[in-house]
């Protein structure tokens, strides 16, 4: 299997970027260099034992050069999941042998292990990790599932650079699949890397699941759906095909596609806090059970897919290597997460997945959270992703990138006359920093090539007010250059007043509101609505349609069928609604040809003058 960098790079390039993977940033001043080590082999451990007492058994062998302590490191974070975990803060029974024979070490700083290894040329360390954590970037077992990040069991030679090849092993069950995004190397069950940050990258799921796969173009997309069954036979094959559709329009903003392969890891009701984490060739979902036919996962899936581009490949210079020992903070995932987001919903509609209206409600959305968020810069929100602000501002850069990245793009397009457009700033950012250089984008790199393809139009006084700035956005009279306009209105849902979860084949009341329509409807915790009005209520996903059905209705009370135990209740639900403010982006009827046009163009990756819709 060719690997996919070596195609886009060429060997010089190669070459240089090696220099740039050999690049780490400076070790505390107290951490000493690790003896050289090489012939770096790492093993997972996972079993019905090792599922039950919610742990992994890993090992690492090297060589060592030299008498120098080996000093050995795990990563704070994930790339990826801007938050300090500690990795080194699960490892349990830590050890280190030569020929059978223990060697002495020490922790010189929590997540740091030196090592004397007395004169022997090859060392074995062993660890068990406990697998016990709902999270995206954590190892996590179940009885019949393993997952873990590389970041997490990997150890890495500090001050040695990320520039060096490492082998890794499965044991597993013979019934067990293992998906991953490494390359399989040529044993059973053991892949391989040509450098640390590949290796760490291509996270790990082991257990029993279904494994689908389709080809796209030159590319073999494969869909890992944990449970086994859990989802069902067709919505495995169209979440295949709109995976198939999404690898070439992403591709398209880019002219390139820098992988082979590309894997989605989706793992069901394992993961509380839900969503998903990118990864260079792969993505890591969390859905719920009753959630894999929801709506919103081809958003997931557009999102972190274009992350494979947009931050795993174009990245800011703050990010450029990744530094594993500690926080690496920038003032731009607004556009590495934000202008995702714009990117996202755009694949879907230009491939076709979702209609225009879908897309200009997603964005009617972003742009209703930011207005109704406290006034905050994008680089301030970037910056404070580590810390989770307490503010309501924590994730803000996210709908506020993408309507910046919306805002840019009819700008661009409005300046010269619809002949470029921001994916033309993506592309040519891609291709100056990533991939002729492998370095990350500046400042300069990103309003140079903005300004660039505007036609030269300044954009100071767009960061100065709006991105480095506190203004509100110039979101009405932006989106009247793309003939949008944002119609505000008042709507008034109906009310249940419960916490709702999945039931079976109903919805479950987990906790019902003093006093609300629930409670006065005669509802306790434990019961299960099966329909509302004339709605069936199979599933959490159904309440949407109540309202939709009964939004308008005016009815003192509504009849409502629910499960208690064996008993089958017949209620009255009291209609009370909420008022809530919801923003819709509608097409002005009479907008410029130019503003059509730009319309257009951005609902189909079109520039010019044309109203071709295909790409
Ligand atoms: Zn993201």
């Given at each position: 299997?060719?690997?996919?960098?070596?195609?886009i790079?060429?060997?010089?390039?190669?070459?240089?970027?090696?220099?740039?993977?050999?690049?780490?940033?400076?070790?505390?001043?107290?951490?000493?260099?690790?003896?050289?080590?090489?012939?770096?082999?790492?093993?997972?451990?996972?079993?019905?034992?090792?599922?039950?007492?919610?742990?992994?058994?890993?090992?690492?062998?090297?060589?060592?050069?030299?008498?120098?302590?080996?000093?050995l490191?795990?990563p704070?974070?994930?790339?990826?999941?801007?938050?300090?975990?500690?990795?080194?803060?699960?490892?349990?029974?830590?050890?280190a042998?030569?020929?059978?024979?223990?060697?002495?070490?020490?922790?010189?700083?929590?997540?740091?292990?030196?090592?004397?290894?007395?004169?022997?040329?090859?060392?074995?360390?062993?660890f068990?990790?406990?697998?016990?954590?709902?999270d995206?970037?954590?190892?996590?077992?179940?009885?019949?599932?393993?997952?873990?990040?590389g970041?997490?069991v990997?150890?890495?030679?500090v001050?040695?650079?990320?520039?060096?090849?490492?082998?890794?092993?499965?044991?597993?069950p013979?019934?067990w699949?293992?998906a991953?995004?490494?390359?399989?190397?040529?044993?059973?069950n053991?892949?391989?890397?040509?450098n640390?940050?590949?290796?760490?990258?291509?996270?790990?799921?082991?257990?029993?699941f279904d494994?689908?796969?389709?080809?796209t173009?030159?590319v073999?997309?494969r869909?890992?759906s944990?449970?086994?069954g859990?989802m069902?036979?067709?919505?495995?094959q169209?979440?295949?095909?709109?995976l198939?559709?999404?690898?070439?329009?992403?591709?398209?903003?880019?002219?390139?596609?820098?992988?082979?392969?590309?894997?989605?890891?989706?793992?069901?009701?394992?993961?509380?806090?839900?969503?998903?984490?990118e990864?260079?060739?792969?993505?890591?979902?969390?859905?719920?059970?009753?959630?894999?036919?929801y709506?919103?996962?081809?958003?997931?899936?557009?999102?972190?897919?274009?992350h494979?581009?947009n931050?795993?490949?174009?990245?800011?210079?703050?990010?450029?290597?990744?530094?594993?020992?500690?926080?690496?903070?920038?003032?731009?995932?607004?556009?590495?997460?934000g202008?995702t987001?714009y990117?996202?919903?755009?694949?879907?509609?230009?491939?076709?997945?979702?209609g225009d209206?879908?897309?200009?409600?997603?964005?009617?959305?972003d742009?209703?959270?930011?207005?109704?968020?406290?006034?905050?810069?994008?680089?301030?929100?970037?910056?404070?992703?580590w810390?989770?602000?307490?503010?309501?501002?924590?994730?803000?850069?996210y709908?506020?990138g993408?309507t910046?990245?919306?805002?840019?793009?009819?700008?661009?397009r409005?300046?010269?006359?619809?002949?470029?457009s921001?994916?033309?700033?993506?592309?040519?950012?891609?291709?100056?920093?990533?991939?002729?250089?492998?370095?990350?984008?500046?400042?300069?790199?990103?309003?140079?090539?903005?300004?660039?393809f505007?036609?030269?139009?300044?954009?100071?006084?767009?960061?100065?007010?709006?991105?480095?700035?506190?203004?509100?956005?110039?979101i009405d009279?932006?989106?009247?250059?793309?003939?949008w306009?944002?119609?505000?209105?008042?709507?008034?849902d109906?009310?249940?007043?419960a916490?709702?979860?999945?039931?079976?084949?109903?919805m479950?009341?987990?906790?019902?509101?003093?006093g609300?329509p629930?409670?006065?409807?005669?509802l306790?915790?434990g019961?299960?609505?099966e329909?509302?009005?004339?709605?069936?209520?199979?599933?959490?996903?159904?309440?949407p349609?109540?309202?939709?059905?009964?939004?308008?209705?005016?009815?003192?009370?509504?009849?409502m069928?629910?499960?208690?135990a064996?008993?089958?209740?017949?209620?009255?639900l009291?209609?009370r609604?909420?008022?809530?403010?919801v923003?819709?982006?509608?097409?002005?009827?009479?907008?410029?040809?130019k503003?059509?046009?730009?319309?257009?163009?951005?609902?189909?990756?079109h520039?010019?003058?044309?109203?071709?819709?295909?790409?």
């Open positions: 299997m060719i690997r996919h960098r070596a195609v790079l060429g060997a010089s390039l190669l070459t240089f970027r090696s220099a740039m993977l050999g690049a780490q940033a400076a070790p505390r001043a107290t951490l000493p260099t690790s003896a050289p080590i090489s012939d770096i082999h790492y093993e997972v451990t996972v079993d019905s034992t090792t599922a039950r007492t919610r742990d992994l058994a890993v090992t690492m062998r090297f060589h060592v050069a030299g008498s120098a302590p080996v000093v490191a795990l704070a974070w994930s790339p990826g999941h801007y938050v300090l975990l500690w990795f080194a803060s699960r490892v349990l029974d830590f050890g042998t030569a020929g059978g024979t223990a060697l002495p070490w020490h922790k010189i700083d929590f997540q740091t292990w030196e090592i004397r290894p007395n004169g022997a040329s090859t060392v074995t360390v062993a068990r990790y406990q697998a016990d954590a709902h995206r970037a954590i190892a996590y077992t179940a009885r019949d599932l393993a997952f873990f990040n970041t997490n990997f150890p890495y030679p001050g040695r650079g990320f520039a060096w090849p490492a082998a890794v092993q499965i044991h597993a013979a019934d699949r293992i991953t995004g490494l390359t399989a190397g040529s044993a059973a053991s892949f391989t890397a040509t640390y940050h590949d290796l760490v990258d291509a996270p790990f799921v082991i257990g029993k494994f689908d796969s389709v080809r173009g030159a073999w997309v869909l890992a944990f449970p086994a859990g069902r036979a067709e919505w495995r169209r979440t295949l095909g709109w198939s559709r999404l690898v070439p329009t992403e591709g398209a903003v880019f002219h390139d596609i820098p992988f082979s392969q590309y894997t989605v890891l989706q793992l069901a009701d394992t993961i509380v806090n839900g969503g998903g984490l990864h260079h060739d792969s993505q890591l979902d969390g859905v719920t059970m009753d959630g894999t036919d709506p919103f996962l081809p958003f997931l899936y557009a999102h972190e897919m274009f494979a581009w931050v795993k490949r174009l990245r800011p210079a703050d990010m450029v290597p990744y530094r594993y020992d500690d926080a690496q903070p920038t003032p731009w995932l607004w556009v590495s997460e202008v987001d990117y996202g919903p755009l694949a879907l509609v230009r491939s076709g997945i979702i209206s879908a897309f200009a409600s997603q964005m009617a959305g742009i209703a959270q930011v207005q109704s968020s406290v006034p905050v810069a994008l680089g301030d929100a970037s910056l404070s992703a810390i989770g602000a307490v503010d309501g501002t924590a994730g803000i850069y709908p506020k993408a910046a990245g919306l805002l840019l793009d009819i700008l661009i409005d300046a010269s006359n619809n002949a470029h921001l994916d033309d700033v993506m592309r040519a950012l891609y291709d100056s920093t990533y991939r002729s250089r492998w370095r990350g984008f500046t400042a300069a790199d990103w309003w140079g090539t903005v300004s660039r505007a036609g030269g139009r300044s954009f100071a006084d767009f960061d100065r007010r709006y991105v480095t700035g506190r203004e509100p956005m110039p009279s932006v989106l009247a250059l793309a003939g306009r944002v119609v505000r209105d008042t709507v008034r109906l009310r249940l007043g916490q709702v979860a999945a039931g079976d084949g109903c479950l009341l987990s906790a019902v509101n003093d609300g629930a409670q006065q409807a005669g306790r915790p019961d299960c609505i329909k509302v009005g004339d709605v069936p209520v199979a599933t959490l996903g159904d309440w349609k109540v309202l939709a059905r009964y939004d308008t209705t005016i009815l003192p009370g509504l009849p069928v629910a499960r208690r064996s008993d089958t209740l017949t209620l009255t009291p209609v609604r909420t008022a809530r403010l923003y819709r982006i509608e097409d002005i009827p009479d907008a410029s040809a503003a059509g046009q730009i319309r257009t163009g951005i609902l189909t990756g520039t010019g003058r044309g109203g071709d819709r295909s790409n």
